[in-house]
């Protein structure tokens, strides 16, 4: 049922032309991770960079192709730009010498251009929704992003990106799955979601390796890395494993996260991982009816602690059904409700980001972004 409706949205897509190459989308290859489930058609639309601005006319008339296919219940369809030409591999910010800590094998994801971790010291404060939403923001703003689900205890991908797909595996690598115009990979994706996951430290580590090194990432500009949460195996090999250019900190305005959140930075900078910034999360309440605005925890807390620790602060999130909603439906709030002003806070932070990732990039070259 789900194929037949999936051939027939392909079908439908066959009919919206490119009006610059004249070609068909579909044959064109700008249809992305099309995903269909229980009548709900998603993909991203790939087109050329420096036609970002003028595509929304293409995007509007596949997603009125698409639902104007019987069984169709909706539709969304988002734009990703992409480069015309496929930027070289680019080289790390750690010098070569940095590349091969002693004792060491090789640093895993060599073509990904800055590995950034999202962290927190607390559970459950919103890593795994601040790192697909600012995955998806990247990958919307024109970089090749991929997403890593580093939680190998409670993987969250599978649901935040509303897929149990098996990647297909060619030869030795895995290939990550497409999602939202960006490549995502989670041992949930591998392993059956009701398996009770029992692992010890080094399993994690081998685990987590494998993701990194065994999937078929390709050159990406940036990976994004949701961690599990607090200060332990994953971390390390993290850290040890691959030149993290960053980590993003997410912390909710509460004292008690606040201090779990200042443990999460003292561990980046003790293993010489630069932080990034901090984002509150929750950072306060808008009623869903109203629109009226509650600081339920205090908002303003985290900006303040960032200020102590000497970090950048990126921003606040609001604590929003529709933030939840969306991300428990596998649709991030970035690609689903790009107008929102959600959608907008989160686009905020990943441009901060990008210009962050820039400046450090500095004298040597490293990442293109532009
Ligand atoms: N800004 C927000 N507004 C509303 N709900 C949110 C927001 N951020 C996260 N949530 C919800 O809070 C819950 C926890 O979020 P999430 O899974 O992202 O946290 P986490 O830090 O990754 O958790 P864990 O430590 O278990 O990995 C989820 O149900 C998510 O949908
Ligand atoms: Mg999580």
Redesign the pocket.
């Known amino acids: 049922m789900g194929e037949m409706l999936e051939q027939a949205v392909r079908t439908a897509l066959r009919s919206v032309r490119d009006p610059v190459t004249g070609q068909d989308v579909v044959s064109a290859g700008m249809v992305d991770g099309l995903a269909v489930k229980a009548g709900m058609v998603q993909f991203a639309l790939q087109v050329p960079r420096e036609r970002a601005r003028e595509s929304e006319p293409l995007r509007a008339a596949a997603e009125r192709a698409v639902a104007a296919v019987p069984g169709v219940l909706s539709a969304t369809v988002v734009l990703t730009a992409h480069r015309t030409e496929p930027a070289k591999p680019t080289p790390h910010a750690h010098g070569p010498a940095a590349k091969t800590p002693p004792g060491q094998g090789a640093m895993l994801l060599p073509d990904v251009g800055a590995i950034i971790a999202v962290a927190?010291g607390?559970?459950?404060?919103?890593?795994?929704?601040?790192?697909?939403n600012l995955a998806v923001a990247l990958a919307m703003q024109g970089l090749r992003v991929g997403l890593l689900d580093a939680?190998i205890y409670?993987p969250?991908l599978p649901q935040?990106l509303g897929t149990h797909e098996r990647p297909r595996a060619e030869g030795q690598s895995i290939i990550p799955l497409s999602r939202w115009g960006l490549k995502a990979m989670s041992i949930g994706f591998l392993v059956e979601q009701e398996t009770p996951m029992i692992w010890r430290g080094p399993m994690v580590m081998g685990a987590l390796e494998q993701l990194m090194g065994q999937v078929a990432w390709g050159a990406l500009d940036v990976m994004v890395v949701?961690?599990?949460?607090?200060t332990g195996d994953a971390q390390l090999t993290m850290s040890q494993r691959v030149p993290l250019a960053g980590a993003v900190i997410?912390s909710t305005p509460q004292d008690v996260a606040l201090i779990d959140a200042r443990r999460g930075v003292r561990m980046f900078e003790k293993v010489n991982v630069p932080v990034l910034g901090l984002i509150e999360?929750?950072?306060f309440f808008c009623c869903p009816n109203c629109g009226h605005r509650t600081d339920i925890f205090g908002h303003g807390g985290a900006e303040a602690e960032a200020k102590r620790l000497g970090v950048e602060f990126l921003g606040g999130?609001?604590?929003?059904?529709?933030?939840?909603?969306l991300?428990?439906a596998g649709t991030p709030i970035v690609a689903a409700r790009p107008d929102s002003e959600?959608a907008a806070a989160y686009q905020r932070i990943a441009s901060r980001l990008r210009e962050k990732l820039a400046e450090r990039a500095g004298a040597g070259p490293r990442i293109v972004i532009d």
């Open positions: 927190s607390k559970g459950g404060v919103g890593k795994s929704t601040t790192a697909v939680d409670g969250s935040m949701d961690m599990p949460p607090g997410v999360n929750m950072s999130l609001p604590l929003k059904l529709a933030i939840r909603e991300a428990d959600e």
